[in-house]
């Protein structure tokens, strides 16, 4: 009896929707402070960030997805510092239709390696001398609904 439920479950897992990490790494990050930490006491500089998300198939059922986080603070003209971190994350995929992958690889995915690189930046940030620098969320469904609603909406020529 506990062979039968074992088989019923191994073959539940095979035709179920499946998406699993199966690594998380940070693949590339760089961090540069042109003038370093010269502060004059007040600390409210101008923050931009960017977010881009890219995948690449490494197999029918496994995927690289790469989370970049560049983070720049400028004070003026002057650029106190600029990150970059690349966390990428090995995804299993399998069996989820094409609407349920594309919204994987561009919202559930993003969203599990995002506190990875904002770890790794709030580090690069406090090893080069400034305040802490935590990252605010981000609500990768928001900005998937947000894309997608953008890509439907009709094109107006002029």
């Known amino acids: 009896m506990a062979i039968d439920s074992a088989g019923s479950d191994a073959a539940a897992t095979e035709t179920g929707p499946v998406l699993a990490l199966q690594n998380v790494y940070l693949k590339d990050c760089s961090y540069e402070s042109p003038t370093g930490p010269r502060l004059d006491g007040n600390w409210n500089p101008q923050i931009n960030l960017d977010l881009q998300t890219g995948s690449a198939a490494l197999s029918p059922e496994l995927r690289e997805v790469v989370l970049t986080v560049t983070v720049s603070a400028k004070s003026g003209e002057a650029t106190l510092f600029l990150v970059e971190v690349k966390q990428a994350g090995l995804f299993v995929i399998r069996n989820l239709s094409e609407e349920d992958t594309k919204r994987a690889i561009a ?34 469904d928001a900005l998937y609904a947000a894309n997608q609603q953008q890509q439907q909406a009709p094109m107006t020529t002029n």
């Open 107 to 140: 919202s559930t995915c993003p969203g599990v390696l995002f506190p990875y690189a904002r770890a790794s930046i709030s580090h690069l940030v406090s090893q080069g001398g400034f305040p802490q620098f935590l990252l605010p969320p981000v609500n990768f």
